[in-house]
């Protein structure tokens, strides 16, 4: 397992524009030192409305906000850390390229998506045991991710700085996907006329699209004449 804790996550995450997680049972379980008695997280929830009238929110815990001050004041910086390897690295990254050959079975098939995108669509999924709360899997797949795009076995693109003003920020500023595995040519199967009109005399496609591509030409049919 590997982890990054404390202000050196905030660091990363913020760095990596990615988010941190919150390791709910040390709270807990800190909350409980303090009382000198077992506690559990609506304990924390309870004490956090009593003391500052807010009920707990993870979305709300960011830097500058006044429960992540309180849970700082009152527990140190040891609940704060950034998921990157469960127990098994190898056993993630065959999930998520396992995700990600999904997108292009899709009705209408994706090449480039970032992480959150892809946790969305298919937030069934799950990693079995990482040795994490189910809540870091979205840290664990884009970690996966990074291994694979270092490994070349997915592309990946980065943010421009800045982005258009219609496109949002991607998980960590990244997107990924496979990269295209066959390359199709034209040269004897089409005239000079209809090479011009596709513009290359190849194209490198994935193996998915290549077979979706000849399933279309083979249904299609010559308009009549007049």
Request: net charge negative; aromatic share 8%.
């Amino acid at each position: 397992m590997k982890e990054i804790r404390g202000a050196a996550a905030v660091r990363y995450a913020r760095e990596l524009s990615v988010f941190f997680d919150i390791d709910e049972e040390l709270l807990a379980r800190a909350e409980g030192e303090i009382r000198e008695r077992r506690t559990s997280m609506a304990d924390v929830d309870t004490l956090i409305e009593e003391q500052i009238g807010l009920s707990y929110d993870p979305a709300e815990i960011l830097p500058g906000k006044p429960i992540f001050d309180f849970l700082i004041n009152r527990y140190g910086d040891g609940w704060i850390y950034v998921a990157q390897e469960g127990k098994d690295p190898e056993a993630e990254e065959r999930v998520a390229l396992r995700m990600f050959r999904r997108l292009l079975g899709e009705k209408e098939p994706v090449s480039l998506i970032d992480v959150k995108g892809l946790y969305g669509r298919y937030s069934r999924t799950r990693f079995g045991d990482t040795g994490f709360p189910r809540d870091a899997d979205l840290n664990l797949l884009f970690h996966a991710a990074l291994r694979l795009a270092g490994k070349g076995v997915l592309e990946c693109v980065e943010d421009e700085e800045p982005l258009p003003a219609a496109e949002t920020a991607s998980y960590g500023r990244r997107r990924f996907g496979l990269p295209p595995d066959a390359e199709v040519s034209l040269v004897n199967v089409l005239c000079d006329r209809c090479r011009r009109e596709s513009v290359n005399a190849s194209m490198r496609l994935h193996v998915e699209c290549a077979r979706r591509l000849r399933r279309v030409l083979g249904k299609t049919t010559a308009r009549p004449a007049g």
